[in-house]
């Protein structure tokens, strides 16, 4: 089975864009208002609204949190075209100051907490998106009563595109690189070059996805990719030719690399 990375964090910062308040655009409430549900569960960092649709061929985490953080949930999908691949429980100790930020620590859900923090968990479903339409995911409790339940969308997308983060080798800020008129990415070297892709419908929307459901590679650099991360290094100046394939695309792309000034 796929792996997906933000399961194994175990300790991480969460801005209050995965509270547990409902006018909050990056998480929704089930149509019963008994749950709310977010992408990436206790490790959403930004973005991660029920309300974006799932690229088809995609994977994704959806985490659905109760007003009973012990409840031992488990999910039904309502329509074809979804999967449910996987059921987990996520829990966090988890503290919250004025500010609104938080923090915590991830722990075995049969773990206890300690003041000032406060133990929070998670039902959290691994879906993989096998056809486009409208899908209903349905938590259930211990005796299968229906718990909560929500709507979601599948997109077929209609291109991917390449997304080039690039740093230094040994580490350092990490920038985002804006490609050129033509499409190219320019970096300085030495970099390392951290690869992602991004998933839009017809209409440029974005789609959601996982890292993993899009693979890079070269013929002119060594591309490494870990649980569905990728990097490749450059020492001097010269061209990448790369692609990005997944979701049923290619997508061929170009980064030039240009003499850095030494640091």
């Keep these: 089975m796929r792996h997906l990375p933000f399961l194994a964090i175990s300790f991480v910062?969460?801005?209050?864009?995965?509270?547990?308040?409902?006018?909050?655009?990056?998480?929704?409430?089930?149509?019963?208002?008994?749950?709310?549900?977010?992408?990436?569960?206790?490790?959403?960092?930004?973005?991660?609204s029920?309300?974006?649709?799932?690229?088809?061929?995609?994977?994704?985490v959806l985490a659905a949190k109760?007003?009973?953080?012990?409840?031992?949930?488990?999910?039904?999908?309502?329509?074809?075209?979804?999967v449910i691949e996987h059921e987990d429980l996520q829990c966090m100790c988890m503290e919250h100051d004025a500010s609104g930020s938080s923090s915590g620590g991830s722990i075995a859900p049969g773990e206890s907490c300690y003041a000032p923090t406060v133990r929070e968990c998670s039902r959290t479903f691994t879906l993989r998106a096998d056809e486009a339409?409208?899908?209903?995911?349905?938590?259930?409790?211990?005796?299968?009563?229906?718990?909560?339940?929500?709507a979601l969308v599948v997109t077929?997308?209609?291109?991917?595109?390449?997304?080039?983060?690039?740093?230094?080798?040994?580490?350092?800020?990490?920038?985002?690189?804006?490609?050129?008129?033509?499409?190219?990415?320019?970096?300085?070297?030495?970099?390392?070059?951290?690869?992602?892709?991004?998933?839009?419908?017809g209409q440029g929307n974005a789609l959601r996805m996982h890292t993993g459901d899009v693979a890079f590679a070269s013929t002119d650099a060594k591309v490494s990719g870990w649980e569905g991360r990728y990097q490749t290094e450059v020492h001097a100046p010269g061209v990448l030719h790369l692609t990005a394939t997944g979701l049923g695309m290619t997508k061929p792309f170009v980064v030039r690399v240009i003499a850095g000034i030494p640091r």
């Design 50 to 60: 029920p309300g974006q649709p799932i690229a088809k061929g995609a994977h994704v």
């Design 133 to 150: 339409g409208p899908v209903t995911l349905e938590v259930l409790g211990p005796n299968d009563e229906l718990v909560d339940r929500i």
């Design 66 to 82: 109760g007003d009973d953080g012990q409840a031992r949930y488990r999910g039904r999908v309502t329509a074809p075209g979804l």
């Design 156 to 201: 077929k997308p209609e291109r991917i595109e390449a997304v080039v983060k690039t740093s230094r080798p040994t580490g350092g800020t990490i920038r985002t690189v804006t490609p050129g008129p033509d499409g190219a990415f320019q970096v300085d070297a030495p970099a390392r070059l951290d690869l992602e892709a991004a998933a839009f419908d």
């Design 13 to 48: 910062s969460i801005l209050t864009a995965c509270g547990s308040h409902s006018s909050n655009p990056t998480e929704g409430r089930g149509e019963l208002d008994r749950m709310t549900f977010t992408y990436d569960g206790i490790f959403c960092l930004n973005d991660c």
